[in-house]
């Protein structure tokens, strides 16, 4: 693609080029974990915020497009995710807010809205006859006709009629000529209203794609909205508006699966007002369904934040499966939060960040992780079962940033509950991940786990269970046909999510896919040489320090 769409294409997009260069492809488990990279950080992200759905504002644009195309938008939100949503909308604009909970009404979310919305948007219209945003903190006409636009399109969602004072405070508005977007705003409060768009506010040429290449990133992108309001001009006169079809159209090629939720909603209005065929959309279609969840209701991985823990269990994983450890877009993302002052100061989080930054960065282990990995407020030097736990995490940590630990004495307790039996195979597993499978404590057997090992429902979680799974096996004992059939009801049963089919679910009734759960899983089919066939292919080689690596 050459000239205007190419140039609006480098804007909008995360990439683009005419000719993609050829890479090798990459093994399923390395495209699942590159799905969980976070566009906001650049770390990795909790899979868990895969089953969240988009915010209030996104999920209205996602759901408006899919409208738009034809495509069935109904959703099965329940009542507790319908208020946090419209808790959230609100809390951000009791206007705009509220048109943002348009699309889910009349997706089938009827709580979304209600009369008493219309009652609330009504108190918000002034005697002039326009509305005003306490949200906004602004007065001027531009916040006028924006709130107006707004709190029109939510009465006329509820089957309410607009005020004959609003339509003639617009009417005084259109004699002065006004900023594009004002006068969209103000063309399309007058068509909620029923009332003819003035000839002077459609009398303009559409926004061309002339010049791309001396405009910044803002203004290029500022030129798409620009020919959005455009459009939404001649719509509310009911022309149909003339614009550059074909180098939109590439546009929308090359940054269907990239552009942001409302500028993809911006870009397939301009096209479907224009008279684009649907079969153009496929693409979007094909991403806006991919993302959709099962409620109905779309998830927005553009908003996602990772963390520098999550990016850790990812190495882990990574190391497991046989996958190359260095990244340098990870190093990247923590040199921007230490050169931004947003690295968190609290001891974990910094021994967290050093050992990403050892394993990611290719070995070296820094300073800093050796003065926290011998301080015993961090890493603890006794460990009972109430801090094993926190001392297995610490020490897994310590080895993952190169660092040889102190062996802590470990006070006895009896293994005759399940998070007793929990806490002692925690403190076995976390010996061997240091290196020091030796100096596992004595009364901690394979024969005081066994009775755990075979009964996985007795466990609140899948990792709780892995983990003494994997201590049982690591003092000795064998795999029997009882405890294979164990595992399989309590491991097996909890692989995959959508679009993750080799991670691990939580358990315990949280169907959502953990990272922390999967290295449990992977580390203890490790421990038994793949007999539990969990690990993806090509796992197997041994990276860096710790047994389960």
Not at 4 to 13: D, E, R
Not at 18 to 27: F, G, I, M, S, V
Not at 399 to 420: C, F, K, Q
Request: charged letters at 25%.
């Amino acid at each position: 693609m050459t000239g205007a769409g190419a140039a609006l294409c480098a804007v909008l997009l995360t990439s683009c080029t005419d000719a993609p260069r050829r890479q090798e492809p990459r093994p399923p488990v390395a495209r699942q974990l590159d799905l969980l990279v976070s566009r906001q950080n650049g770390y990795h992200y909790p899979p868990f915020l895969r089953q969240q759905p988009a915010a209030p504002q996104a999920q209205s644009y996602a759901l408006r497009t899919l409208s738009e195309l034809g495509r069935g938008t109904r959703t099965s939100l329940s009542a507790a995710r319908v208020a946090s949503m419209r808790r959230e909308a609100l809390e951000s604009s009791p206007l705009w807010g509220r048109t943002w909970l348009v699309p889910l009404r009349q997706a089938g979310a009827v709580k979304a809205l209600g009369a008493s919305d219309a009652t609330a948007v009504e108190r918000l219209r002034t005697s002039g006859g326009w509305y005003v945003d306490p949200a906004l903190g602004d007065d001027g006409d531009a916040a006028r006709l924006g709130a107006t636009w707004a709190a029109l399109d939510v009465l006329r969602s509820l089957g309410r009629r607009g005020s004959p004072k609003t339509a003639a405070w617009l009417n005084t508005l259109a004699r002065t000529p006004r900023p594009l977007d004002e006068s969209a705003a103000l063309a399309q409060a007058l068509r909620l209203l029923d009332r003819p768009v003035p000839e002077n506010l459609t009398d303009l040429d559409a926004p061309t794609l002339d010049g791309w290449a001396a405009l910044t990133p803002e203004e290029r992108a500022a030129r798409l909205d620009d020919t959005h309001d455009h459009v939404l001009i001649q719509e509310a006169a009911g022309r149909r508006p003339v614009i550059d079809r074909r180098s939109w159209e590439a546009v929308l090629r090359e940054g269907a699966r990239t552009l942001s939720y409302e500028h993809l909603y911006f870009l397939v209005h301009i096209l479907r007002a224009a008279g684009t065929p649907l079969s153009v959309f496929t693409p979007v279609v094909e991403r806006l369904e991919g993302e959709r969840l099962t409620d109905g209701t779309v998830r927005d991985p553009d908003a996602y934040l990772g963390d520098p823990d999550a990016s850790l269990f990812v190495e882990r994983l990574r190391a497991l499966a046989g996958l190359p450890l260095e990244d340098a877009s990870l190093v990247a993302a923590l040199d921007r939060d230490e050169r931004a002052g947003a690295a968190g100061q609290d001891a974990a989080e910094r021994l967290s960040r050093a050992a990403l930054r050892a394993v990611a960065g290719g070995g070296g282990t820094p300073t800093e992780a050796r003065r926290l990995c011998a301080d015993p407020a961090v890493l603890p030097t006794t460990v009972t079962e109430r801090n094993a736990a926190q001392w297995q995490r610490t020490a897994l940590n310590c080895a993952d940033a190169g660092v040889e630990i102190a062996v802590p004495h470990v006070l006895a307790w009896r293994p005759d509950t399940p998070d007793r039996a929990v806490a002692a195979a925690t403190v076995a597993v976390g010996m061997a991940d240091a290196g020091r499978r030796d100096r596992i404590p004595s009364w901690i057997t394979s024969g005081r786990l066994d009775r755990w090992a075979r009964h996985p429902r007795r466990f609140a979680s899948v990792y709780d269970y892995s983990l003494v799974v994997r201590a049982h096996a690591l003092l000795g004992d064998a795999l029997d046909a009882s405890l294979r059939a164990a595992l399989g009801r309590g491991v097996s049963a909890y692989k995959g999510c959508p679009g993750l089919p080799d991670l691990f679910q939580v358990g315990g009734g949280d169907t959502a896919c953990d990272l922390k759960t999967t290295w449990g899983v992977w580390a203890l089919d490790r421990r038994l040489r793949g007999l539990m066939g969990r690990l993806p292919d090509g796992a197997g080689a041994t990276v860096g320090r710790a047994e389960v690596w």
